[in-house]
Structures are given as C-alpha cells and as structure tokens.
C-alpha cells in the first residue's frame, strides 16, 4: 500500500530524521516595542542592570548598526516578518481597532517559511498586522498565538483618550478571544504571561526545530510591569519594565539551557523603532542618535540589536555592519534550506555578515527608508556609510524636554527644503551635513531614491510605484 504524505509532513518526517550535528536550528527573536538603542546596558543604559542582554552580548555579537524598516510598529512588524518595506505590502503606520486591512493572504511570513521546514510556530506579544480573522497569526503560519492584536494605548484606560475612543482591549488565543477586557491590573502581568509561554513553548517542542516570535508590548506607554519589579530600578517605572524584559530573556535562556538547545538556537533581540520621545520619563533613550520614533533620523530606525548562536557567531564580538530587519527571513531561509516566497521581496541573505565571516560585504546596493503615507525621507547606501536625508516634513521635541507620568509633551514639524548628506561611519548622531564636499555621493544616492520611487512609489514626489501589492481587506470595506 502506497502512503500520499502532504509535503509539510514531509518536511516535519525529514528534519525529525536529522541527527544532532544536522539539525535545524531553533530561531528565537525577542521583539519589544519602543526600546531605544541607549535602553541596554551595553548600549549604555544607566539606572537599571540588564545582566541578561549583556550576557547576550558577551557571548554573542552586538550590532550597533542594525535598523527596522520603518520606525513605527505596523509597519516595523510587517518589515520583521515579511522580509519586504511595509509599503510594498500596503502596511502604513500603525493599525488601530477600526482597520479593516491588514497583511494579505498572499504574502509569506517567517513562520509560513519555517513551517514549510517542519519547524512547529508559535508567538506571545503583540501582533499589529491587522486583527480581524483573515489577519491573525493562526493565518500566517504560526501554530499557537497568544497575546494583544494591537499596540496597548489603544484601550479606554490611556490618560489621553476621551470617552468612546477606543473599544475594550481584548486578550487573543490562537485567533480566538479568551479576555475580552485587559484592564490596568492585567497589563501588569503581560510581560509575565507572554515569557511563561514562551517557556513552555520550547519545552513543548524540544524534539523539533521551532521558530519563536516574543513580541513584548512593552515598554510601549502605557508602562506597566509585574510587582516583582515594580521600584526595582532608579530610572521609575520605564527603568523597571526593561528589568522586567531583561528577566523574560533570561527565562528563555534558561529555558533553553535546561533542554540542551543553547547551541543548536539562534537568539535574536531587538526592537521595533526607536523611543517615544514625547513621553519624557515614560520614554527610553536613543543615545546620542538623533530624534525618535516616527522619524527617518538614526534614532528612530537604529535599534539595539544582540545575536548569539555559540560556534556560529562570534561572542564578545561588536559588529558595526549596516544591516535591516527586512534581512532576516531571506537569513533564515538560507540557514534551513527554506524556499523563498514566490512574490518579489526586499531583504537579502546576510548571513556572512552576521557570522562575522571576514569579507563580507552588504547585497544590497542601498536601502530605502520610507515613513508615513509611503513617503520616501532616506536613502542609505548598501555599505551603511552615506545616508541622504530627503526633503520632508518631521516632527521634534525641538530640545524640549518631553512628557511626564504618562501624558505627552507636543511635538513641533520642521520642513527640511534640501537634501542633507551623512556621513554615519563618521557621524552616526547625524549632526553635520556633508553634501557640498561629496557632490558624488550625492548624485549616486539621488540616483537610488529615483530607483526606490520608480518601484514603491513616493507621495514627497507623488510617484505612484509600480512594485506595490495591495493589503488583506475585509470585503465590502476600503
């Protein structure tokens, strides 16, 4: 008698078979909201220890020169798990309870990826790709979910929201809602709850390879954090939180040194975009980067970014290549054997580069960094040593110290009229534009951002792309 096997139980059969030198790696990426590069103690962080991200960087590698697509967190997330510029795949911004978007059926994320490896999925934290039914995790490859479906101020408890503004803001599992309020006191615990699932999770699937995808909602405001680190650090409450994350990293470090895993694991953390700086105490810090989320400037698209794999990449190591979010799935792809997705995507497999292999160089020719309504405001050189700053409109706190306790100071626009040119081997704070003195530079970058336009299009200059492919849609909505 024949046996017919669909091919993802082929795949399960073929890595389950492979021996203990051959195996699949696990992939953990640790994804948190709002983190700033200067909120890791070896980043520079002061007023609360983060023994475990250290720990990470010491044996593992620290890359100071990682960034996310977009520096807001729809966008970043679609850019993290698509392997594309959120713009290509109709992500703008950040969706709220009203959208009726959200990623398409078509498109493949890391999960769907892995899962065509035999890998088992699954994901705790925030999702934020849309949360009607055909949008949620349990619809693009994850196997087990939980967690909320968008970011955490979109609840009637934020300070600043007015009487009907916002719905209740339910607790997802699995595509199901299982809490249909969080209120203050359950914020609290979600840091807590989505490590504990995280935990059991690799216990759980110990005997096969797993990708896990720990998207904490923190330290997006409103901050909330458990008792057990409540006053814990000098920095308040924003200082307690990232204790708290720095505890959930050691959980899942444990969790995989007690099941044997630590060097058959790749672990990856970092964040979505840089901080909120309009929330002053409640905000974390870019460094000496210039501004923050919201913007095409270092600080809002630089984040802290920490890798460690033993045997495979270097540990102590500081790795100062210019790589993006969009980079990681084509990595993994290439790491598991994995095909790619069928539909054109941005990243490139930079494997060499994360191992440290010596030589390696960028694929990419350059990268574009879009924001808001597909507004092209950057372009950087492949190498990561020119950035061009395009003519938009950003917003700043201007020197203004920002908000405190949770409520907002008010940002100011600046309109930038001409091109600035950077150059960020030299000047990563971005603080002296360079542009007469490499007209060269200048005219190969224009070159590039005229390229970006021509495929994902550009409102600055109303050019309409022709590469773009359009979100998931509820029928009957726009």
Not at 437 to 459: M, N, S, Y
């Amino acid at each position: 008698m024949r046996y017919l096997l669909r091919p993802l139980a082929l795949a399960f059969l073929a890595a389950a078979c492979l021996t203990a030198a051959e195996r699949l790696p696990n992939i953990v990426v640790v994804f948190t909201d709002d983190q700033g590069y200067g909120d890791v103690g070896v980043f520079g962080a002061k007023g609360y220890p983060t023994p475990n991200l250290d720990g990470l960087a010491r044996d593992g590698s620290k890359f100071t020169n990682f960034h996310v697509a977009q520096a807001v967190c729809s966008a970043s997330r679609a850019g993290l798990l698509t392997g594309c510029y959120p713009n290509r795949i109709g992500i703008h911004g950040a969706l709220g309870p009203t959208s009726t978007h959200g990623i398409a059926a078509t498109e493949r994320t890391i999960a769907e990826v892995l899962k065509s490896r035999g890998y088992a999925t699954g994901m705790a934290g925030k999702w934020h790709l849309g949360h009607r039914e055909p949008f949620l995790p349990n619809r693009h490859g994850f196997d087990e979910s939980f967690g909320l479906p968008y970011s955490n101020d979109m609840w009637p408890f934020h300070p600043e929201a007015k009487a009907g503004t916002y719905p209740k803001l339910p607790l997802y599992e699995n595509g199901r809602i299982i809490d249909p309020e969080i209120t203050p006191a359950k914020m609290n615990n979600l840091t807590t709850w989505y490590t504990e699932r995280a935990v059991s999770f690799i216990a759980r699937n110990k005997e096969r390879p797993f990708f896990f995808y720990l998207a904490h909602t923190m330290p997006h405001v409103p901050l909330a954090v458990s008792d057990k680190f409540r006053g814990k650090s000098q920095q308040g409450l924003y200082g307690d939180v990232i204790m708290e994350i720095d505890w959930s990293v050691g959980e899942v470090l444990k969790a995989l040194k007690q099941h044997g895993l630590e060097r058959d694991t790749l672990v990856i953390f970092t964040t979505d975009n840089g901080p909120w700086l309009s929330y002053g105490n409640h905000a974390g810090s870019a460094g000496e980067l210039r501004e923050g989320k919201g913007t095409a400037w270092e600080g809002g698209t630089r984040v802290p970014c920490l890798m460690r794999w033993p045997g495979r990449i270097p540990a102590g190591a500081t790795n100062r290549d210019f790589i993006m979010s969009i980079d990681l799935l084509p990595t993994f792809a290439g790491l598991t054997g994995a095909a790619l997705p069928s539909l054109p995507i941005d990243g490139r497999n930079v494997w060499p580069i994360i191992a440290g292999q010596p030589g390696a160089t960028n694929p990419h020719a350059g990268y574009g960094m879009w924001y808001a309504q597909n507004e092209l405001q950057a372009v950087v050189s492949g190498d990561g040593h020119w950035k061009l700053i395009l003519p938009h409109r950003y917003r700043t706190l201007g020197g203004r110290p920002g908000g405190r306790d949770g409520l907002p100071a008010k940002y100011e626009n600046r309109d930038l009229t001409t091109p600035l040119l950077f150059d960020l081997r030299a000047d990563p704070n971005e603080t002296t534009d360079v542009a007469a003195a490499h007209p060269a530079e200048v005219k190969q970058l224009l070159a590039f951002a005229d390229t970006c336009r021509d495929d994902l299009g550009d409102t600055l200059t109303k050019r309409k792309g022709k590469g773009t492919r359009e979100p998931g849609r509820i029928a009957g909505n726009p």
